[in-house]
């Protein structure tokens, strides 16, 4: 099995992972040939590939983070939720006070079925901790039309890997996967009609954490830990974040911390790189970066925006180059295969760069009979991700 970009998608190609259409139905099952109207209703719904069965690539089994049906129903409940909150359009209400405006939309307690939301984290925390999964095996690839919603989704499953990392309790993780899902739930009252996301030059961006939390609160009196990790989740170590301006203390933001009054709660300084890794990696605001090059950027802003140890954590978490994704070989030291392209078979948790691989273009970019590679030996070996 390989990953092929939408551009790639031709007739008569077999589908290797099922796909699910963004009311949670199933769009096109595994094992079935792609056609013409199904490869232009993929680009019409913004998906930008797919995972195909194809001769020679028969051993590559990429590892999915979650169960298809299960991911496509949580979304169809996120989805819903965003919708109702945008359609009681606050923007105006909001110019007054956030508290007030909540009181004056009591129908807004309805409008997160913690009840159903909660059962839907469990269950995906859950089933990571049957996995015994403490890495991110795969790409976190977006349809862009869709965004708000896998954003909440693929922050939630990166910060879970965090948390399990941590060592968290089973507790725990329930809160942070939920505040994680949640963490822009605020943006809901600012999207105007047809939009999905709002950027941070937004002239009211700052106040969707606040929004966020206030919103759990109100139909929940039980939620203040996952409420403190919203509204904190854009708060920096130096101090210079938003809303509060509260401080790191550079902590592990291990099980059982004690928080301190004017720091950054733990959970939230999780959430924060959570987030910052997929707006990077998924292009919300700019090109997208590779993880590899995500990882960079975030490690410039160590100490300064991120807490340090979550960072170092993330770099252990985030495969660079998972099974199944396309790679393009910039350096080896036999000077073979240089620009080469193929599909990695086996990662290297020592250095990403040293993965096992299947061949399958030349440096002219022409289709090659499928051929194994392995660098794992070769301390030479550079590679970039191919999307």
């Known amino acids: 099995m390989r990953y092929c970009s939408l551009s790639e998608l031709?007739?008569?190609m077999t589908l290797g992972h099922p796909?699910?259409?963004?009311?949670?139905?199933?769009l096109l099952a595994a094992g079935q040939a792609l056609d013409d109207y199904f490869i232009a209703r993929l680009s019409r719904l913004g998906f930008p590939g797919a995972y195909i069965e194809e001769a020679g690539f028969?051993?590559?089994e990429p590892q999915q983070i979650l169960d298809g049906?299960?991911?496509a129903s949580t979304e169809v409940l996120l989805s819903d939720c965003f919708e109702k909150l945008a359609d009681a359009n606050l923007s105006e209400d909001l110019n007054t006070s956030l508290d007030l405006s909540l009181d004056n939309h009591p129908e807004l307690t309805k409008a997160l079925p913690l009840g159903k939301i909660r059962t839907q984290v469990n269950q995906i925390v859950q089933d990571v901790l049957d996995q015994f999964q403490t890495q991110l095996p795969c790409l976190l690839l977006k349809s862009q039309s869709r965004y708000q919603v896998q954003h909440g989704m693929d922050t939630m499953i990166v910060s879970i890997l965090l948390g399990v990392n941590f060592r968290f309790l089973y507790r725990e993780l329930r809160q942070l996967a939920l505040a994680a899902m949640l963490h822009d739930i605020g943006k809901s009252f600012l999207i105007g009609p047809g939009e999905d996301n709002i950027s941070p030059d937004h002239p009211r961006?700052?106040?969707h954490p606040q929004a966020g939390g206030l919103l759990l609160l109100a139909g929940s009196d039980d939620a203040y830990i996952e409420c403190a990790a919203i509204q904190q989740h854009h708060e920096r170590q130096d101090g210079n974040g938003f809303p509060l301006g509260l401080k790191g203390e550079g902590k592990l933001p291990q099980q059982g911390r004690a928080y301190h009054p004017g720091s950054i709660y733990r959970l939230a300084e999780i959430i924060a790189v959570a987030d910052a890794y997929d707006v990077l990696t998924s292009g919300a605001y700019g090109q997208p970066l590779s993880p590899e090059a995500a990882l960079i950027n975030l490690?410039?802003?160590?100490?300064t925006e991120f807490n340090p140890h979550v960072l170092k954590m993330l770099a252990r978490v985030i495969q660079?180059?998972?099974?199944?994704c396309q790679i393009r070989i910039i350096n080896e030291s036999s000077k073979n295969w240089h620009q080469y392209r193929g599909i990695v078979t086996k990662i290297n948790q020592n250095n990403p760069h040293r993965v096992e691989m299947i061949l399958s273009h030349d440096n002219r970019g022409d289709r090659i009979p499928a051929r194994p590679?392995?660098?794992q030996g070769d301390e030479n070996a550079r590679l970039e991700l191919v999307l």
Request: net charge neutral; no cysteine.
């Open 205 to 207: 961006y700052k106040e």
């Open 69 to 71: 049906a299960l991911r």
């Open 58 to 60: 028969e051993s590559v």
């Open 373 to 375: 590679l392995s660098l």
């Open 320 to 324: 660079i180059f998972p099974v199944g």
């Open 299 to 303: 490690i410039q802003r160590n100490g």
């Open 10 to 12: 031709a007739p008569g």
């Open 19 to 26: 796909i699910y259409a963004f009311n949670g139905d199933l």
